[in-house]
């Protein structure tokens, strides 16, 4: 089991840019969870999905944030225009059933 | 909005010493979680407590589900360096498992 993989692992982008986090869930995990962790807010849920649908987006700072997920193996989180206050790791998660999330690595955003 | 406060925020301690790390809430839980968050890698869920009141022990730390579900806490006994990191608790809501987690301990344990 691979776990939950997130691409890329680092990414420095311009202000203004068009930003797009990546995450592959674990096989067979019907839920997909993306987190922003920053010092001041701690982690933060953004967006969830059951069953590759949008259950919850109440956490999604604003409209320049948009998540999809279009089949069960692949989400996207995408940041368009970004602004440096997007910079923080961002974390995504799966889980199947039962109550324990497994979470990727993260991706370290930077938007200078 | 639903908060979990931790504390203490920053603990240094020394090797071998006890320590106890708490979650409060005043929101009721379904239930709580705890994990530990290494630099660079994602949380790793440590355990999940269900009922009010259980107890859970995993080596040396035990964590504990308080009796009305709005607070918990993690104990650790004979700290070792291997313990140091991010300690998050989560409180889970909703059928999709939602989780809120807390504002985190970061604990470092020195020989």
């Known amino acids: 089991d691979a776990g939950v993989i997130q691409s890329p692992r680092h990414e420095v982008t311009e202000m203004g840019q068009e930003v797009t986090l990546r995450c592959k869930p674990i096989?067979?995990?019907?839920?997909l969870f993306w987190y922003r962790q920053t010092m001041m807010r701690g982690l933060e849920l953004l967006i969830y999905?059951?069953?590759?649908?949008?259950?919850?987006d109440s956490g999604m700072p604003e409209d320049r944030f948009s998540a999809k997920m279009p089949n069960a193996s692949f989400s996207t989180l995408k940041i368009q225009p970004s602004e440096p206050r997007d910079s923080a790791v961002y974390f995504c998660?799966?889980?199947?059933?039962?109550?324990?999330?497994?979470f990727g690595s993260g991706t370290r955003l930077t938007v200078v | 909005t639903q908060l979990l406060e931790q504390s203490p925020q920053f603990l240094s301690i020394q090797e071998g010493e006890n320590l106890t790390v708490y979650c409060n809430s005043s929101s009721v839980f379904s239930s709580l979680q705890w994990y530990r968050q290494e630099p660079g890698e994602g949380p790793v869920l440590l355990v999940t407590?269900?009922?009010?009141?259980e107890v859970k022990k995993l080596k040396r730390l035990t964590f504990q589900f308080g009796d009305a579900r709005k607070d918990s806490s993690l104990h650790i006994t004979a700290a070792q360096p291997g313990d140091t990191g991010l300690y998050l608790c989560a409180g889970v809501t909703g059928t999709a498992s939602k989780l809120t987690f807390g504002t985190g301990t970061r604990l470092q344990v020195t020989l």
């Open positions: 999905f059951n069953n590759n649908v949008p259950i919850d």
């Open positions: 096989s067979g995990h019907n839920s």
């Open positions: 407590v269900v009922t009010g009141g």
């Open positions: 998660a799966s889980k199947r059933g039962g109550y324990g999330y497994t």
